[in-house]
C-alpha cells in the first residue's frame, strides 16, 4: 500500500478480561463476533483482528472520517453489555500493509499502539492521536472530553448512545427498547450525546482536510 493512502488504525484492549468467569468471557466472544459482523459489513474497507484473546486491531482505508464513530460504536456496544475496552485511534498512513492487520505497519499505527500503552498506564478509556503534533495536542483534549462522558455511561445510556450513532431517531430507539420517547431523549443526554455530536462533527471536518 503507498504510504500516502491515508489510513486510520484502532488498537484496543478489554478491560478486566482476566478476571472473567467462563460464561462472561464466552458472552464477551459472541459480543465481539457480533460487532465485528455488523461493522465490517457496513464500513467495506474496515479490516479487524482480535489477538492475544483480549486485544482489537482495526485498519480502516475508505472513509477514515467514520473511524471516531465506529470507535464509539466499539465502546457503547460493550459498555451495554456491560463490558469495557481501551481504544487508541491513530490516523496517518499504511506503509506496510500485509495479509494480518497486526503485522502491519505505518504512521497511522505508531500514532495508535504507543497511545493504548499510556492509556493503559493512566486508566483512561479513548485516546485520538496522528502523526502531526498539532492534530494530536488538540484530539488528546477531545479525548478527554470523551473519557469523562465513556467512563459514567450506565449500560442503558450506552445503549441508547450506540443506537443513535447508527442514525436510529429517538422515536424508533423507544419502539426498539420499549420505553417512551422522553426516557430516550434523557439516556441520551445523560449520556453525553449533545457533546459526542459536536466532537463527530469536528472530527469529520479536520481529518477530511489532512
Known sequence: MPSSKKAAVISADIIGSTALRPAARKRLQQALNTFSRQVTGQWKSLRLEQYRGDSLQATITTGTTDVLTIT????????????????????????????????????????????????????????????????????????ASLNYIIQRWTPQQAEAIWLHLQHYTQQAIARKLKIKQPSVHQRLQAGGWPVIQKILARFESVVSAL
Open 72 to 143: 464509539l460504536l466499539l465502546q457503547s456496544y460493550l459498555v451495554k453489555e456491560k463490558f469495557h475496552i481501551r481504544t487508541a485511534v491513530g490516523i496517518g498512513n499504511i506503509s506496510f500493509s500485509s495479509k494480518n492487520v497486526i503485522t502491519s505497519d505505518g504512521t497511522a499505527f505508531r500514532a495508535s499502539g504507543p497511545y493504548l500503552d499510556e492509556l493503559k498506564k493512566n486508566g483512561n478509556m479513548i485516546s485520538i492521536a496522528s502523526e502531526h503534533a498539532t492534530f494530536t495536542e488538540e484530539w488528546q483534549t477531545h479525548s
